[in-house]
């Protein structure tokens, strides 16, 4: 994407995978030394994959949420790879799980600065209050996400099922201020998502 107009990173994709079978957890804890698991505290066996580097809470029920991954291929070559690694310590688990994204949490530049005062009367499906919160919160119908919108032109995308959807919602935003006259862009637009990003949270 250009750096004139908006640009996006994701910072993490959260899946629910259903395994259809119920698991021995205390077995699975033995045989796998990387695995924690301490039903005291928490009755999911966690699990922490390197490449990619994937956070797995696997459940009796056979049920696990995936966290960690920033793509969509990621998430798929993490999944291969928990199925592997359980069935070759004695699970019986299918190959091709059903898994279900159920949020996509990304962060953006629209590369422009941002009326919020003005915004937050034009938009609908928009709350600003600057005492509580110094950005806007606006809830998109289609596609279904909620993007915080910061004046600096920082924004965070959140409850996306897709790749896709956070692309066309992020676009999607930049066109509606841009046509509402809220947005300032930026000489040259040449500014990086980088750090000062998370500083604004």
């Not at 640009?7 to 077995?27: F, H, P, Q, S």
């Not at 696997?58 to 969509?72: D, P, Q, S």
């Not at 190959?95 to 953006?108: H, K, L, R, T, W």
Request: contains cysteine; charged residues 25%; negative net charge.
């Amino acid at each position: 994407m250009s750096s004139s107009g908006p640009a996006y990173r994701i910072e993490n994709i959260v899946a629910t995978v259903n395994l259809g079978v119920e698991l021995d957890l205390e077995r699975l804890a033995e045989r796998l030394t990387m695995a924690e698991y301490n039903p005291d505290q928490f009755p999911g066996l966690i699990l922490r994959l390197t490449k990619p580097r994937i956070s797995a809470l696997i459940f009796r029920t056979g049920k696990m949420v995936a966290t960690g991954a920033k793509n969509e291929e990621d998430l798929k070559n993490a999944v291969r790879a928990l199925v592997k690694l359980l069935r070759d310590h004695g699970a019986e688990v299918p190959f091709d799980p059903e898994v279900q994204i159920q949020n996509i949490v990304a962060s953006g530049n629209l590369h422009a600065e941002v009326d919020l005062e003005q915004a937050v009367l034009m938009l609908e499906n928009a709350m600003y209050e600057p005492e509580q919160f110094p950005g806007l919160i606006y809830r998109m119908s289609s596609p279904r996400v909620v993007i915080l919108i910061f004046g600096s032109g920082k924004i965070v995308c959140t409850g996306a099922k897709s790749e896709k959807d956070v692309a066309s919602a992020v676009q999607k935003l930049y066109n509606q201020l841009k046509e509402l006259g809220v947005l300032y862009v930026e000489e040259g637009g040449e500014e990086e998502l980088g750090e000062e990003f998370e500083e604004e949270l």
